[in-house]
């Protein structure tokens, strides 16, 4: 945890699960009112998932590509879209003005995403580098630094079946303790 203090601003960009520290000016951008949402100073209204394009890389290392179903409600705008008004508005114009022009900007300055649904080849070369970085293992656990995975968001936080099994998931973690 931060002190008192400790920041000036902090830029919440769909963050949830964020312990604020004393003082700071809190801007949120996302889509469903959440807890960062009701400590925020300012909100900046995303668009859902089901209303942006977006390039995302999944869990394989696969980027992919999204395509907006629907428009979003009332002042929510696209993510990049909000983040290009406020480059402007402080003096910072970012490169681009169209979803297309940042894809361009993307795929130039870090190619690999423009390959579509294609699994990234490893570079043993990169990993013996991170090797030779050194430093010392211990043998402690992994330890998640998420506390409930059952409830991480506000639409889980509001299904009945999420509630159950993050009940059910409590439980076995508390037998397991004992």
Request: charged share 20%.
């Amino acid at each position: 945890m931060l002190a008192p203090g400790a920041l000036d601003v902090l830029f919440l960009l769909g963050a949830d699960e964020i312990e604020v520290p004393a003082g700071a000016f809190v801007v949120y951008q996302g889509t469903h009112g959440d807890k960062g949402a009701h400590r925020a100073d300012v909100i900046l209204p995303g668009a859902a998932y089901t209303e942006k394009s977006a390039t995302f890389v999944n869990t394989e290392g696969r980027v992919q590509m999204t395509e907006r179903s629907a428009f979003p409600p009332g002042d929510a705008r696209e993510d990049w879209a909000i983040l290009r008004a406020l480059s402007a508005a402080l003096g910072r114009t970012l490169p681009f003005d169209s979803l297309a022009g940042l894809r361009k900007a993307l795929y130039a300055e870090h190619p690999h995403f423009a390959a579509l649904d294609r699994a990234p080849v490893n570079d043993a070369a990169g990993l013996a580098s991170l090797a030779d970085l050194g430093g010392k293992a211990d043998k402690a656990g992994f330890v998640s630094p998420v506390g409930d995975f059952y409830q991480t968001n506000p639409i889980a936080r509001a299904s009945a079946v999420m509630a159950e099994c993050s009940a059910l998931a409590s439980g076995r973690l508390r037998q397991a303790a004992e």
